[in-house]
């Protein structure tokens, strides 16, 4: 075997893990997503005051659920309740 025959197989054996890698990356994104989204929907059962304990509001569920299918809804509520977090602590150091 030379070293030219060795260097052109290479490539097709290493190509076949990364496509496996990338399917299976995928499917775990998409399994992650939705079971997110299951989630996401059990906080709208939630009462007002049960959902202002973890600081959000109902507007905000309605405001993440806008997000297509394949993203997270639980993502955008994170940064919406951490946005909100930071405002009020910006407040309330102005108050000091």
Do not use: C, Q
């Not at 030219?4 to 399917?23: H, L, W």
């Amino acid at each position: 075997m030379a070293t030219f025959d060795f260097a052109t197989e290479t490539p097709r054996i290493t190509s076949r893990p990364a496509v496996a890698t990338r399917v299976v990356n995928t499917i775990s994104n998409v399994y992650r997503a939705w079971k997110n989204r299951r989630a996401f929907y059990r906080l709208g059962d939630m009462s007002d005051a049960e959902l202002a304990d973890i600081g959000l509001t109902r507007a905000d569920l309605h405001v993440a659920i806008d997000v297509p299918f394949g993203r997270d809804p639980t993502a955008r509520l994170r940064a919406i309740a951490t946005a909100r977090a930071e405002t009020v602590e910006d407040l309330a150091r102005k108050v000091v």
